[in-house]
Structures are given as structure tokens and as C-alpha cells.
């Protein structure tokens, strides 16, 4: 069974930085073939898609993250990346990884806290 495994998060000052990862098991082709998107979910509020990267590298960004968030996928390892730049306060959420057409089972995310 596919599943989707995330990690680097962590508790970062406002201005900071973190790198997320997302391994794909089980699969051994999924990002080569597939648009893969980075998401989160803040307390109360509903999951929303974040960055998204195609099997050809190009990438999208939802408006509160455009300029400080870069997606970029490691080829043939099937791993994905989110560097996170100038973190705020309101980035602070739990982040997962999946395929935005036909998600695949949610993995349990990586904690992201934004606090001074």
C-alpha cells in the first residue's frame, strides 16, 4: 500500500526557515508521474493546498505563500521537498503531502509552529 510519509517540521521564529520532506513508499514512480502538492491545515480551518509541482517541474503557489515557499522534487527517489523562508505566525499548521487529483491515503503530517 501507497503511503505518504512527511517530516521537518518543527517549532521556528517568525522570519525563520524549515525544510519539509515527503517520501513516497511503496510507490516507486508516483512523483515521476503525477502532480504532487504540498497542503496544510491550521486549527479550526480547513485543508488547503499550498504549492504544487508537476512530473515536468512546474510549480504553483497559492498567494500566501508565493515568494517564501519553494516546492522541488529529488528524481528518482521519490521524495519532495518544501523549503519554507520567512516564516509568519500564520504559516503555523499541521503539513501534509498528496496528489490533488485522486489523493491518496493522508499520512500524518509534519507540525509547523511559527511562535517567538
Known amino acids: 500500500q501507497v503511503q505518504l510519509v512527511e517530516s521537518g517540521g518543527g517549532l521556528v521564529q517568525p522570519g525563520g526557515s524549515l525544510r519539509l520532506s515527503c517520501v513516497c513508499v511503496?510507490?516507486?514512480?508516483?512523483?515521476?508521474?503525477?502532480?504532487m502538492g504540498w497542503y496544510r491545515q491550521a486549527p479550526g480551518k480547513q485543508r488547503e493546498l499550498v504549492a504544487q509541482i508537476t512530473p515536468t517541474d512546474s510549480t504553483n503557489y497559492a498567494d500566501s505563500v508565493k515568494d517564501r515557499f519553494t516546492v522541488s522534487r529529488e528524481k528518482g527517489k521519490n521524495t519532495m521537498f518544501l523549503q519554507m523562508n520567512s516564516l509568519k505566525p500564520e504559516d503555523t499548521a499541521v503539513y501534509y503531502c498528496?496528489?490533488?487529483?485522486?489523493?491518496?491515503?493522508w499520512g500524518q503530517g509534519t507540525q509547523v509552529t511559527v511562535s517567538s
Open positions: 498528496n496528489r490533488p487529483n485522486n489523493p491518496l491515503n
Open positions: 511503496h510507490s516507486g514512480s508516483l512523483f515521476s508521474f503525477y502532480t
